[in-house]
């Protein structure tokens, strides 16, 4: 302040100073043009992407709500794009990073050409615009909107000399049908691009309307239990008897459960997918193995003569780089024998030939570990890679046994898999058996080994030690020998009489 009075003094001597004499005004001034500029230039720095010109995140968030606000006010509605850039890294290492980010420009400049003025677009992260569309009537004519800017990918972007196929993945959430909010509306096209990208395939655009969005929230509920579960121990593992044809207990599979809050199972079909999609599945499929190796330790421990088990593997894990080492190392913390661990795979995850799956299965197969392909018939074999792989059985998808024995169903698959997996040299496994009548046929088929509801659902681990000692030797009623009628055009086998004893064990 003493500074600001002293200079207030100086400037109004200097304005009645005396020039040869006369009284003489000063008047003093500064060209602030460049500093105005150098603020101007921060401010376009400070709201806008330095590399496509489009506005920020930050820029984009203050024009959707003025958008949102202007389509509440009058009710024309508004919509909300995610578009998202599949592989970018991959373009950049084959193009290098210059024609990368040239591509990114490009991409903004051919969005922007198909936007109205009262649109807005902004870049909002390394490989993700956002777009709100302004004045949509209805979910119908945002849908087109967004289908329209998807074909600018139908043909490749040129950059340059390179023409560069595009992948994209892209989710929409419109105002009201979808959202009632602007944050809401980010969220759920946010989740919808996540859900298209994961999905992947032609059709790379997913709308995440109310029920979806439902179902959204959902996940992510069972994905913070999951978590939670991972960190607190609170997975359970279950066991499913696996019979041979002379009714012994020969396995058993693990299965995961997980308990909601209020103690009920949920179903794997609806966890197990959001564990793989989130990754999660790596460090669950780690509690599996460690859980399968402490209870046959601990049954071992009780003098039980224990069986193999069969834990599922998924794709991720198969070609993490430390899965062998990890196995191994479970297995010896335990002192458990290689060959009572029998590992899972589906087909999906072991054909690829650029995966590390082969490696791996080679690694531990080398060290006695069996493997499985479970759900066999459902992917997309070629016999050539299957003859590489170190696999011991096939697993009957249960589909094929459910529909095996309805007219014009799929008695033919099951025929075909058991003798070309005996052509390989490799041991055949039924899911899913129900029935009496499906356990006769597929035994006169020449099925190996069977595992379904008819023999025992999948039980905790104090019930399978009671199956593992003996004391309990129910899974094949007496019924179940009976002779069946017999199946035409089957190439049939005797099957066993009825033994003295009320069970077959």
Same mark, same amino acid.
């Given at each position: 302040?003493?500074?600001?009075?002293?200079?207030?003094?100086?400037?109004?001597?200097?304005?009645?100073?005396?020039?040869?004499?006369?009284? !003489?005004?000063?008047?003093?001034?500064?060209?602030?043009?460049?500093?105005?500029?150098?603020?101007?230039?921060?401010?376009?720095?400070?709201?806008?992407?330095?590399?496509?010109?489009?506005?920020?995140?930050?820029?984009?968030?203050?024009?959707?709500?003025?958008?949102?606000?202007?389509?509440?006010?009058?009710?024309?509605? #508004?919509?909300?794009?995610?578009?998202? @850039?599949?592989?970018?890294?991959?373009?950049?290492?084959?193009?290098? *990073?210059?024609?990368?980010?040239?591509?990114?420009?490009?991409?903004?400049?051919?969005?922007?050409?198909?936007?109205?003025?009262?649109?807005?677009?902004?870049?909002?992260?390394?490989?993700?615009?956002?777009?709100?569309?302004?004045? @949509?009537?209805?979910?119908?004519? %945002?849908? &087109?909107?967004?289908?329209?800017?998807?074909? @600018?990918?139908?043909?490749?972007?040129?950059?340059?000399? *390179?023409?560069?196929?595009?992948?994209? +993945?892209?989710?929409?959430?419109?105002?009201?049908?979808?959202?009632?909010?602007?944050? !809401?509306?980010?969220?759920?096209?946010?989740?919808?691009?996540?859900?298209?990208?994961?999905?992947?395939?032609?059709?790379?655009?997913?709308?995440?309307?109310?029920?979806?969005?439902?179902?959204?929230?959902?996940?992510?509920?069972?994905?913070?239990?999951?978590?939670?579960?991972?960190?607190?121990?609170?997975?359970?593992?279950?066991?499913?008897?696996?019979?041979?044809?002379?009714?012994?207990?020969?396995?058993?599979?693990?299965?995961?459960?997980?308990?909601?809050?209020?103690?009920?199972?949920? +179903?794997?079909?609806?966890?197990?997918?959001?564990?793989?999609?989130?990754? &999660?599945?790596?460090?669950?499929?780690?509690?599996?193995?460690?859980?399968? #190796?402490?209870?046959?330790?601990?049954?071992?421990?009780?003098?039980?003569?224990?069986?193999?088990?069969?834990?599922?593997?998924?794709?991720?894990?198969?070609?993490?780089?430390?899965?062998?080492?990890?196995?191994?190392?479970?297995? $010896?913390?335990?002192?458990?024998?290689?060959?009572? @661990? *029998?590992?899972?795979? !589906?087909?999906?995850?072991?054909?690829?030939?650029?995966?590390?799956?082969?490696?791996?299965?080679?690694?531990?197969? &080398?060290?006695?570990?069996?493997? +499985?392909?479970?759900?066999?018939?459902?992917?997309?074999?070629?016999?050539?890679?299957?003859?590489?792989?170190?696999?011991?059985?096939?697993?009957?998808?249960?589909?094929?046994?459910?529909?095996?024995?309805?007219?014009?169903?799929?008695?033919?698959?099951?025929?075909?898999?058991? $003798?070309?997996?005996?052509?390989?040299?490799?041991?055949?496994?039924?899911?899913?058996?129900?029935?009496?009548?499906?356990?006769?046929?597929?035994?006169?088929?020449? #099925?190996?080994?069977?595992?379904?509801?008819?023999?025992?659902?999948?039980?905790?681990? $104090?019930? %399978?030690?009671?199956?593992? +000692?003996?004391?309990?030797?129910?899974?094949?009623?007496?019924?179940?020998?009976?002779?069946?009628?017999?199946?035409?055009?089957?190439?049939?086998?005797?099957?066993?009489?009825?033994?003295?004893?009320?069970?077959?064990?």
């Amino acid at each position: 302040m003493h500074n600001l009075v002293i200079g207030i003094v100086i400037a109004a001597l200097l304005v009645f100073l005396l020039w040869r004499g006369r009284a !003489t005004r000063i008047a003093l001034s500064q060209d602030v043009h460049e500093r105005e500029h150098m603020a101007s230039q921060l401010m376009y720095q400070v709201q806008h992407d330095l590399l496509t010109g489009l506005p920020n995140r930050a820029t984009f968030l203050n024009r959707l709500d003025e958008i949102f606000l202007s389509g509440q006010t009058d009710a024309s509605g #508004c919509a909300v794009i995610v578009l998202h @850039i599949n592989r970018l890294e991959k373009i950049n290492e084959h193009y290098g *990073h210059e024609v990368g980010d040239e591509l990114l420009k490009e991409i903004a400049r051919l969005l922007q050409s198909e936007l109205r003025t009262r649109d807005a677009i902004g870049r909002t992260g390394s490989r993700e615009y956002m777009i709100a569309l302004a004045s @949509i009537t209805d979910a119908n004519a %945002a849908e &087109a909107k967004a289908r329209d800017l998807l074909r @600018i990918f139908d043909e490749p972007v040129i950059v340059g000399d *390179h023409r560069i196929a595009v992948s994209t +993945s892209m989710g929409l959430a419109v105002f009201p049908e979808d959202s009632d909010d602007a944050n !809401t509306l980010i969220r759920d096209a946010a989740r919808a691009q996540a859900r298209a990208r994961v999905r992947g395939g032609t059709d790379s655009l997913v709308r995440l309307s109310r029920k979806l969005s439902m179902e959204a929230q959902e996940e992510s509920r069972i994905e913070g239990l999951i978590q939670q579960a991972i960190s607190s121990d609170g997975f359970e593992a279950f066991y499913q008897p696996i019979i041979d044809t002379k009714g012994e207990l020969c396995g058993l599979e693990a299965l995961l459960r997980l308990r909601d809050g209020d103690g009920t199972l949920i +179903s794997s079909d609806i966890f197990i997918p959001i564990a793989e999609s989130t990754e &999660a599945i790596i460090a669950v499929g780690r509690w599996v193995v460690r859980e399968v #190796c402490r209870q046959l330790k601990a049954w071992q421990d009780d003098g039980l003569n224990v069986v193999p088990i069969a834990i599922n593997v998924s794709a991720l894990q198969i070609v993490q780089t430390n899965f062998c080492a990890d196995i191994l190392s479970t297995l $010896s913390q335990f002192n458990i024998a290689p060959d009572l @661990i *029998h590992l899972e795979l !589906t087909e999906s995850s072991v054909m690829p030939q650029d995966s590390l799956a082969l490696d791996n299965m080679l690694k531990l197969s &080398a060290e006695g570990i069996c493997f +499985s392909i479970d759900d066999f018939g459902t992917g997309f074999s070629s016999l050539g890679r299957l003859h590489q792989l170190p696999v011991s059985i096939l697993k009957i998808d249960q589909s094929f046994v459910m529909r095996m024995l309805e007219p014009n169903g799929t008695l033919p698959i099951v025929t075909t898999i058991i $003798s070309m997996a005996h052509s390989l040299n490799v041991g055949v496994v039924a899911e899913g058996v129900e029935s009496k009548e499906q356990f006769h046929a597929l035994y006169e088929m020449g #099925c190996d080994q069977f595992q379904g509801f008819f023999f025992s659902r999948p039980v905790n681990a $104090s019930t %399978a030690a009671t199956f593992i +000692s003996g004391e309990r030797r129910a899974f094949l009623p007496v019924e179940a020998l009976v002779a069946p009628a017999k199946i035409a055009s089957l190439p049939f086998r005797s099957f066993p009489g009825i033994p003295s004893s009320p069970h077959l064990w």
